[in-house]
């Protein structure tokens, strides 16, 4: 269900006196909001609409913290580590509110959906004056506003609202690649994953509102579309349709235009032969397939609830390679899942090594308050996991830089994102590979032929052909 008008509306007139009422404090000056968001691209898309919704209240953005009126952060939840690296950096802000008494920090995102995090905030974070959670980002207007009038700090986190806001202004960070969210929250509930208990269930966004952002993007002369969602693959299921996502792929790639599409992320689980036909026959669909795997051991497999084993991996791996020879895999996978011997371990080096990923995000299991394995054994030590760790970041570096060694001299189509801090322009190739090489800005959001000059493990380095 998407939010009503009459509720959008409402926020609209929300967001309208928090306006003038902020124009007021700041004598006629725009107010400046400076906005981080941490975590994955979900996240991103959720800071994009975000600044668009703080944009639509005259706020003007600013990458310095010291001259902001307003300093938010949209949070992430997924590692202990991320929470860590927030928490220090939220300590970090008091200053800022020394220095300026009506400056207003906001905490939103995925940690402060957990109630333990809330608590944190409200007994040790007393500077922080508004924290909400994934479900009500449309309400900011109505919370600001609050924050604004009322006394006290304002919280909310509440969870009964899972519809859609649909309609609201994107703020996009790029103005060349676009994220564009399929599907909410997730249903599949890993042993592992906080994300279905901080996003919520399952909810998909009506197909003509995606596809007509899509034609929107188009338009509006983006050159990548980036499709997102937990679970891509299960997009429609709540519509009781089943394999809605490659309909949309196929849809989409019918828009005129000369752009790409990109999608993530397959969970291995509901990724059918008809997707990967749908990217086969695609043109515009890149040949890039992010497909999680986790762990290659069939009894972690089941503890952890991924519904799939290894074999059945492998032959999704083999039919998307027998009608994409070219196609690139990348893949996440944890290591050190609670109970995980030594011998699993080096089910999941053997798996790497047979599939050969371009790249992998690999994490050392984090124990999640409230997930279900964080309550089983867990006799390994850090310093064993870590030694697996490193054991399998070597696997994949010698994978990666066998595979990117067979690019030396070829040339790729690559999309020109932006500048990068060495001063080189910055692309991907097909499969998802960084590549960098000289151009002027005229080439940006261009299509540029790039021929790889030195291929490193993880980037490519390369020339104009
Ligand atoms: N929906 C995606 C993944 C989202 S979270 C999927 O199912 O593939 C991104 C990655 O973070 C996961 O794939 C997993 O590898 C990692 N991750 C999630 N929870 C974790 C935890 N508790 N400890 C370590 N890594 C975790
Ligand atoms: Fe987490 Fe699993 Fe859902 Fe991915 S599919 S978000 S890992 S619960």
Redesign the pocket.
């Known amino acids: 269900m998407a939010v009503s008008n009459e509720e959008l509306n409402r926020q609209f007139e929300y967001a309208t006196r928090v306006r003038q009422l902020l124009l007021d404090r700041t004598g006629g000056k725009s107010p400046k909001a400076f906005t981080h968001t941490y975590g994955c691209q979900g996240n991103v898309a959720d800071g994009e609409k975000i600044d668009g919704i703080l944009s639509e209240m005259g706020y003007e953005f600013t990458d310095d913290p010291a001259e902001a009126d307003f300093i938010l952060f949209n949070t992430c939840a997924v590692r202990e580590h991320a929470e860590d690296r927030i928490f220090g950096n939220v300590g970090r802000l008091k200053k800022y509110k020394e220095t300026n008494p009506n400056l207003i920090i906001c905490l939103c995102g995925c940690m402060v959906q957990q109630p333990h995090i809330v608590q944190r905030i409200k007994d040790h974070f007393r500077y922080v004056d508004l924290a909400f959670g994934t479900h009500v980002i449309y309400k900011l207007p109505e919370l600001l506003y609050r924050t604004l009038t009322e006394e006290g700090r304002v919280f909310d986190i509440s969870e009964d609202n899972n519809d859609i806001a649909e309609d609201g202004v994107i703020r996009h960070n790029s103005n060349i690649k676009a994220f564009l969210p399929v599907t909410y929250g997730?249903?599949?509930?890993?042993t592992?994953?906080?994300?279905?208990y901080v996003?919520g269930r399952e909810r998909s966004r009506s197909y003509d509102e995606v596809l007509n952002e899509a034609r929107s993007l188009v338009n509006q002369g983006y050159k990548e579309i980036m499709l997102l969602g937990?679970?891509v693959n299960s997009y429609g299921n709540d519509f009781h349709e089943k394999n809605l996502f490659p309909k949309l792929l196929r849809d989409i790639n019918d828009i005129p235009g000369d752009f790409l599409i990109r999608f993530m992320?397959s969970?291995p689980k509901d990724c059918s032969h008809e997707l990967l036909d749908a990217m086969a026959e695609c043109e515009k669909v890149e040949r890039h397939l992010h497909l999680?795997v986790?762990s290659g051991n069939d009894r972690v497999l089941k503890a952890m609830?991924?519904h799939y084993d290894r074999e059945h991996y492998l032959e999704l791996i083999r039919y998307a390679r027998s009608i994409m020879p070219d196609l690139s895999i990348t893949s996440?996978i944890i290591v050190g899942f609670p109970g995980e011997t030594h011998e699993e371990f080096l089910d999941t080096i053997s798996l790497v090594k047979e599939v050969g990923y371009s790249a992998l995000y690999t994490f050392i299991y984090s124990p999640r308050v409230g997930t279900k394995a964080a309550s089983l054994p867990d006799p390994m030590t850090r310093t064993e996991k870590q030694q697996w760790f490193e054991e399998l970041q070597f696997a994949q570096e010698q994978c990666a830089a066998a595979r990117t060694e067979q690019f030396r001299g070829q040339v790729f189509r690559v999309l020109a994102e932006k500048r990068n801090k060495h001063g080189k322009l910055e692309g991907r190739t097909s499969g998802n590979t960084m590549i960098e090489f000289d151009a002027p800005d005229s080439c940006l959001g261009t299509f540029c032929d790039v021929r790889v000059t030195e291929p490193l493990s993880f980037v490519l380095k390369g020339e104009l052909n």
């Open positions: 997730c249903n599949n509930f890993c592992y994953c906080v994300v279905p996003r937990q679970n992320t969970h999680p986790q609830n991924r996440d």
